[in-house]
């Protein structure tokens, strides 16, 4: 079975930058589209920057020109990279990963990084 185990969250100060990371290991399987996705307490799950397997990339409107998503096919890893961060961007970050097992097509979801914006 697919695992994704994320790293890299952490306490910032506003305009600092902070790099997350998701690997995923299991056993045999291919992998098509990679995003991140980010909770703030009372709100409801969003999309934060999506990675298709040719390297398009997409992204929320208040992240633009901020964060970046990248992948490396060989490590399995998507990575967000987020610069001049603001107190609104704390939230806990997730990872989700279309996993190709077989014929079956499914999406898997990190833990959950917790990423803190404060002075």
Known sequence: QVQLVESGGGLVQPGGSLRLSCAASGSTFRINDMG?????????????????SRGDTNYEDS?????????????????????????E???????????????????RWGRGSQVTVSS
Do not use: H
Not at 74 to 87: C, R
Not at 93 to 107: A, D, H, Q
């Open 36 to 52: 991140w996705y980010r909770q703030a307490p009372g709100k409801q799950r969003e999309l934060v920057a999506s990675i298709t």
């Open 89 to 107: 961007d704390t939230a806990v970050y997730y990872c989700n990963v279309e996993v190709i097992e077989g014929l079956r097509v499914g999406f």
């Open 63 to 87: 992240v633009k020109g901020r964060f970046t998503i990248s992948r490396d096919n060989a490590k399995k890893t998507v990575y967000l990279q987020m610069n001049t961060l603001k107190p």
